[in-house]
Each structure stands twice: as C-alpha cells, then as structure tokens.
C-alpha cells in the first residue's frame, strides 16, 4: 500500500494484528504473568480472584478499540474505561507500571513479528495507564 495512492485506506490495528485470536493470546499471556510474577503482585491483588471472566472482557475490549467488532461497547452503552479505572481501589502510578510492563511483556512475546506495532500499542496503554493514575480517586465524567 503506497501513501501517494489516493485509494489505499489506512489498515485497521485490528487487521494487522491478525483478528481477535492474537489478542486472545496476549491478553491470557498478560493475565499469566499477573497471577505468576512477583513482581506484579500489587496489580493482582486488585483483581477478583477468577480472572476468566476479565481474560474474556479485555480481549473484546481491546478487539474493539483496535477497530473490530464492539460487541463490548454494544453491551455496555454509555461505558468509558477511563472514568471506571480512575474509581478502582489502589490505583495508583505503581500499579499502572506494573500493568504496562506485565502488558508490553506479553505483547513481546506473543506478536514477535511486530515490533513496530506492539511499540505504538504499548505506547498507547503507557498513555491511558498514566492518565487513569493521575486521575485515580475522581468520580467526575469524563
Ligand atoms: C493503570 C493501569 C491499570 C490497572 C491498575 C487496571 C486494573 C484493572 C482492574 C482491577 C480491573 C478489574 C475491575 C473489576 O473487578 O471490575 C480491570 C478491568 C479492566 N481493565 Fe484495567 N487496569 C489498568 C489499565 C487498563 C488499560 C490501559 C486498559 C485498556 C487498554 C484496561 C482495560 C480493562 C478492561 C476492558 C477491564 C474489564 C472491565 C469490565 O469487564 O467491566 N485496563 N482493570
């Protein structure tokens, strides 16, 4: 696809990681290191004890913030990821470090062929992360 051709459209996140199967596997390796790592463990403490129901939530999440079918946003109208992780229990900049990090490990590992695109999505969850710890506590929309 060349920049020049008025035609070419720009291609999907969600096509170029190749559906939601990859995000699928990220996402349980992302959710096996939390419950394995040590070093992740103030992050796990934060979550329910099962986390399957989570493994399910944020791949069709992640699937639809990529450009793919938003079965998550369909079901949950009106919801905004921001202003709900800002309300959670113990958020904080050391926790949102420890989900980047436990994320960008999982990406590494799973999409080795990308690096290029697992930096810009990882440099987008850093973002989001950072923003949810700086507004940890308020209960303000938006
Ligand atoms: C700042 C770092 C983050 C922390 C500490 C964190 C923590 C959590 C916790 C504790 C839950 C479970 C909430 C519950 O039990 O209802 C959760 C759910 C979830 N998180 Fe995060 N999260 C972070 C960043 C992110 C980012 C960057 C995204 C999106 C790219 C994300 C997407 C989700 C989704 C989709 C769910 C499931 C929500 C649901 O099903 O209702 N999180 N997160």
């Known amino acids: 696809?060349?920049?020049a051709d008025p035609q070419s459209k720009p291609?999907?996140?969600f096509d170029r990681i190749g559906g939601r199967e990859p995000i699928a596997r990220?996402?349980?390796r992302f959710?096996?290191?939390?419950e394995s790592e040590p070093d992740f463990a103030e992050l796990r403490a934060m979550h329910a004890?099962?986390?399957t129901p989570m493994r399910e939530s944020l791949t069709d999440f992640l699937m639809a913030w990529m450009g793919g079918p938003r079965d998550w946003f369909e079901k949950r109208p009106g919801a905004c990821i921001m202003s709900a992780h800002r309300a959670l229990d113990g958020m904080?900049?050391?926790v949102a470090t420890q989900w980047v990090l436990?994320?960008?490990q999982a990406a590494k590992e799973t999409i080795p062929g990308d690096p290029d695109f697992v930096d810009s999505m990882v440099s987008a969850f850093a973002s989001m992360s950072k923003g949810?710890?700086?507004n940890a506590g308020k209960s303000d929309t938006h």
């Open 31 to 34: 959710y096996d290191l939390m």
């Open 132 to 134: 949810m710890a700086a």
């Open 26 to 28: 990220m996402v349980n």
């Open 102 to 104: 436990a994320m960008q």
């Open 49 to 51: 004890r099962d986390l």
């Open 92 to 94: 904080n900049f050391a």
């Open 11 to 13: 291609q999907l996140p």
């Open 1 to 3: 696809m060349s920049e």
